[in-house]
């Protein structure tokens, strides 16, 4: 089993920056790869980006250049994000994958506005 806590998130400014956190507890051994996802107001949840224990790293096409993900331990994740629009507007998920399973965080909200 896994929890996992996210922090960071709030309000910013559109071209402004943000960072999240996540820290997984629990049976952390099994972690394979550990990532970000999104969900905006009336859309699907989406992958943001996703590193592996190779420190492979994934990232949407939309925020590639502007965001960056980075593994810091076996079990904590960062997303450093900048140039921040209002299209990155949303609810911002931890996702880690185990062996045949998965886990989400409960989510923290990102707002970019004026």
């Known amino acids: 089993q896994l929890q996992l806590v996210e922090s960071g998130g709030g309000l910013v400014q559109p071209g402004g920056s943000l960072s999240l956190s996540c820290a997984a507890s629990?049976?952390?051994?099994?972690?394979?790869?550990m990532g970000w996802y999104r969900q905006a107001p009336g859309k699907q949840r989406e992958l943001v980006a996703d590193?592996?224990?190779?420190?492979?790293t994934k990232y949407a096409r939309s925020v590639k250049g502007r965001f960056t993900i980075s593994r810091d331990n076996a079990n904590t994740v960062s997303l450093q994000m900048n140039t921040l629009k209002s299209e990155d507007t949303a609810v911002y998920y931890c996702?880690?994958?185990?062996?045949?399973?998965?886990?989400w965080g409960k989510g923290t909200l990102v707002t970019v506005s004026s």
């Open positions: 629990g049976s952390v051994f099994s972690i394979n790869a």
């Open positions: 590193i592996d224990r190779a420190g492979s």
């Open positions: 996702h880690v994958f185990v062996p045949f399973n998965q886990y």
